[in-house]
């Protein structure tokens, strides 16, 4: 367990690893194939992280397709909702739907998950009402905003449902970074490497329920 990490380091490191576990979880739930996990923060709170998830899916059917494109939005929008969870179990599992908004569109580096979503929905928009006239800008904006509000309230269900685990999971990243040691200079840097077998032999990891594909 890391013991000597600036207080102000783990807080920033416990909201990136719920970030990336966010991704991590939800993704395993809704059927993805998942890779490892990395995180790093230096001293002065910059910070890297990335949940490797495989987008590779056989898809059979248009209404396959619109599943997958929804299911790859809610991993993408569960980052930023998990960053917000608090950290302890006893002060709820709720996500904070403000704070959530303020990461993705550009707190803390968040925003390519959020030009990600936007895409996503355009085009699940295009393939679910291919009557509508293109010229029809406040048709297509009252589509698009009863998707994103339907996909957004799907997101936070399943964040808060699984959010013991993202946390748990969180808490046995942080745990486990360590500092860099670097030629020529201070070292600035915790990190931790978290490989697809090392995940997978993690209890909680292992008790991820399968939530399947929703419509």
């Known amino acids: 367990m890391t013991t000597n990490m600036p207080t102000v380091v783990r807080d920033r490191a416990v909201q990136i690893a719920h970030h990336e576990m966010g991704h991590y979880v939800t993704a395993r739930a809704l059927g993805f194939e998942t890779g490892g996990v990395t995180l790093s923060v230096t001293t002065d709170l910059r910070h890297q992280g990335g949940a490797c998830i495989t987008l590779a899916r056989p898809i059979h059917s248009l209404e396959a397709m619109k599943a997958h494109l929804e299911n790859r939005m809610i991993v993408l929008l569960a980052g930023a909702m998990a960053q917000t969870l608090p950290p302890t179990l006893s002060s709820g599992k709720r996500v904070d739907s403000s704070k959530a908004i303020a990461v993705l569109k ?4 968040a925003e390519q998950d959020y030009a ?3 895409e996503l929905q355009n085009l699940l928009r295009n393939i679910t009402y291919p009557a509508t006239d293109p010229a029809s800008s406040d048709r297509i904006a009252a589509e698009l905003k009863a998707m994103t509000d ?4 799907r997101t936070q269900e399943i964040v808060e449902d699984l959010a013991d685990t993202i946390t748990e999971l969180g808490s046995v990243l942080v ?6 040691e670097q030629w020529g200079r201070v070292a600035d840097t915790y990190e931790v490497v978290f490989t697809r077998e090392m995940l997978e032999r993690l209890r909680p990891v292992q008790a991820i329920p399968a939530l399947g594909v929703w419509a």
Request: no cysteine; glycine share 18%.
């Open 106 to 109: 550009g707190a803390l580096g």
């Open 116 to 118: 990600k979503v936007k």
């Open 175 to 180: 745990d486990s970074m360590v500092i860099v």
């Open 150 to 153: 339907r996909v957004w309230g």
